[in-house]
């Protein structure tokens, strides 16, 4: 059932009743550092909430900490649906899997209430907000709000910073504006799709990606001509306009390698090639010379 007209019109007057709103219901689906994030800040509004993870672990850590009221024993009469959970293989942190988010979107399509909105905060490849859309025959509302937290910055970079949100209809869109923007005061950027919003994650991931790479890239060439890294970076870095990055450990964790890889899927067919394909080759050199390199200082204290 499309939700259209003056049907929906009413719902969204009656949704900006504040006193109303705040009695609505909230399931958080997936309770790791953005689900619980999400959560604690949405409790902190006053709002119920509950949460849901195939992981009892993280569950039991939401409900110690008082963020969320109960654990869904189903997916039944909540309002607003919050999708947080992991969107790369389990195996394999590098690889984008989007098996679990299209189970939970069966899920809500059999047990979730008419009308209610389905927000996708996980980061997702585009077309995704699409077929989730498809899966529940638009019968919920479906948006896409992906997250730009950062925990080592919570006050200034957590749930409520600017946020791109972006839905396939225009009546998705309202209830996004309602939900994130009214009632959790997150400023919102809305674009005119959800592929704008998928793309927009992704491609900030993949520039940072690319930005480390850089570093590593001069890194190994430093090391190889026996010039000082840091002292180069501090002197390129003195321009105005530039800032070359610290190369670490080689580009890891469960965002950048996978966000980046969602990009170069889409790449498929459409280039020849890509600064993004590149910047992965160089880390996995990074990673090996960081490995293999023996300062020449230490190599002839060595020999
Ligand atoms: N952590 C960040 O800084 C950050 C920032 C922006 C975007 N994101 C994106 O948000 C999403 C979640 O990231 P995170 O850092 O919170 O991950 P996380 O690993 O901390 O938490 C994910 C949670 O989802 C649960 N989960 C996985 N599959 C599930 C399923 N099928 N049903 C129910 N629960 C399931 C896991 O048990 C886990 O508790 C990812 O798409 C990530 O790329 C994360
Ligand atoms: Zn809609």
Known sequence: MMLVG??????????????????????????????????????????????????QKAVDRALDAG?????AINFASYDYYVICISTHKPENMSMPYLDGLYEIAYQISKQGKSGALVGIDSTIPRGTTHKVEEILEHRLHVVHVPHRFYINEQRDHGVNQTRVCGASDECCMQKAKIFYGKLLGIPLF??????????????????????????EELKILCDKINIDFEELRSAINSKWNINILEAQKGIGGHCLPKDSQMLVDLYKNVLYSSVVEAAKKIDQQYRLHIEQFVPNHLAINLS
């Not at 909230?26 to 006053?46: F, R």
């Open 190 to 215: 809305p674009v005119s799709t959800a592929d704008v919003a998928e793309l927009t994650k992704v491609v900030e991931n993949s520039y940072r990606y690319v930005e480390i790479a850089f570093a």
């Open 67 to 71: 963020i969320i009221k109960s654990q």
């Open 6 to 55: 003056n049907q929906l019109l009413e719902e969204i007057k009656m949704s900006v009743n504040f006193e109303e709103s705040y009695s609505k219901k909230v399931l958080v689906i997936g309770l790791g550092q953005i689900g619980y994030s999400n959560a604690k800040y949405m409790t902190s509004k006053g709002l119920w909430v509950d949460g849901h993870d195939i992981s």
